[in-house]
């Protein structure tokens, strides 16, 4: 089995997901956009990750390696492959499947809560009914047309989506660590603008344990959904 992450900027990493993939047995890529590494062929992979980054999926004049990666997105999602994708990644998959990327009403920076959203789909991931998750995104998008809403949070109404059988996107970050969320802060510190919906860096890293062993349970659980979706379970 071989998951291939796409990463955006250094700090962010996959967190807690790369200890899943290793204790599931997959082999591990990567493409390292910002460094302008290559992409592989979508043959070539059997879980997609696409991680987030301080860019917009809008921004393919700044960062012209956008076009591409959209691309062999759409050619993964396309030849059925499993795919997670994580704040931007989220928002990478909404645009290559025709939606509209745009400013949220307010930035959603810290640990805030999001709640499922009711369907009558038993075929598709399902949220708890209660999660507290850190979120770091001043964007959000339309669902993409055929997508069942999954999430939502006060902030912002679309915090979840799946489309089709296997492929997932969450505008939040269930992989966190301390570690990687201490680089948020530094990384991205100038997006903790005062806001009704932004914490301080110290609300934001002082939270106890229990909120990472939380998140990385919640991550593990979407994981195991889409592995199961694979063609070689």
């Known amino acids: 089995m071989r998951a291939h992450c796409l990463q955006h900027a250094p700090f962010e990493g996959m967190g807690t997901i790369e200890a899943w993939l290793r204790n599931k047995g997959y082999g591990i890529t990567a493409t390292l956009l910002d460094a302008g590494d290559l992409l592989p062929k979508a043959a070539e992979v059997d879980l997609l990750i696409i991680m987030g980054g301080p860019m917009s999926v809008n921004d393919e004049a700044g960062f012209p390696w956008l076009v591409p990666e959209k691309e062999f997105i759409r050619g993964v999602i396309d030849a059925g492959i499993p795919v997670l994708g994580v704040c931007l990644g ?46 770091w ?14 999430a939502r949070s006060a902030a912002c109404t679309n915090q979840a989506f799946q489309w089709g059988p296997a492929v997932i996107g969450l505008q939040f970050h269930l992989e966190v660590t301390p570690d990687v969320l201490k680089a948020f802060t530094v990384a991205c510190a100038a997006e903790l603008q005062p806001g009704t919906f932004v914490q ?11 909120h990472f062993r939380a998140a990385e349970c919640l991550m593990g659980t979407v994981l195991d959904y889409l592995h199961g979706k694979g063609s070689y379970a």
């Open 137 to 150: 995104h001043g964007e959000t998008f339309d669902l993409p047309q055929g997508a069942v809403h999954l």
């Open 200 to 210: 301080t860096a110290e609300q934001i890293l002082g939270v106890t344990a229990d």
């Open 90 to 135: 989220a928002q990478l998959i909404a645009d290559v499947m025709g939606s509209q990327i745009f400013p949220n009403a307010t930035s959603e920076i810290g640990w805030y809560p999001i709640e499922p959203c009711v369907h009558d789909r038993p075929d598709v991931f399902c949220f708890p009914d209660e999660a507290t998750v850190l979120h």
